[in-house]
């Protein structure tokens, strides 16, 4: 079993940035990928940015080029540094994780971007 706790969701107006982070427990092995989806309202849960423990990243196109996934791999840990924030970006953003070919999620945090 694989813990998440994500830290970093709240409110911000549009244009600033915030940062997101994801710190994994339990029992870990081969946690690859880690990343992050978001779901907003009456919407499906969609792909943001996710990197594995090489560093290689799949971003969605909605976010590329304003937001950055980075991990440490010594500590479990995966980050979501989000800038140029627009009110679209309004979600529930989830940490997620990939061990052993079983899917792991956080409990979602809140990201608020007002117009």
């Known amino acids: 079993q694989v813990h998440l706790v994500e830290s970093g969701g709240g409110l911000v107006q549009a244009g600033g940035s915030l940062r997101l982070s994801c710190a994994a427990s339990?029992?870990?092995?081969?946690?690859?990928?880690m990343g992050w989806y978001r779901q907003a309202p009456a919407k499906q849960r969609e792909l943001v940015a996710t990197i594995t423990s090489g560093g290689r990243t799949n971003v969605a196109d909605s976010v590329k080029g304003r937001f950055t996934v980075s991990r440490d791999n010594a500590k479990n840990t995966v980050f979501l540094q989000m800038n140029s924030l627009k009110p679209e970006d309004t979600a529930v953003y989830y940490c997620?994780?990939?061990?052993?070919?079983?899917?792991?999620w956080g409990q979602g945090t809140p990201v608020t971007v007002s117009s």
């Open positions: 339990g029992n870990i092995f081969n946690i690859n990928p």
């Open positions: 997620y994780a990939n061990s052993n070919w079983i899917a792991y």
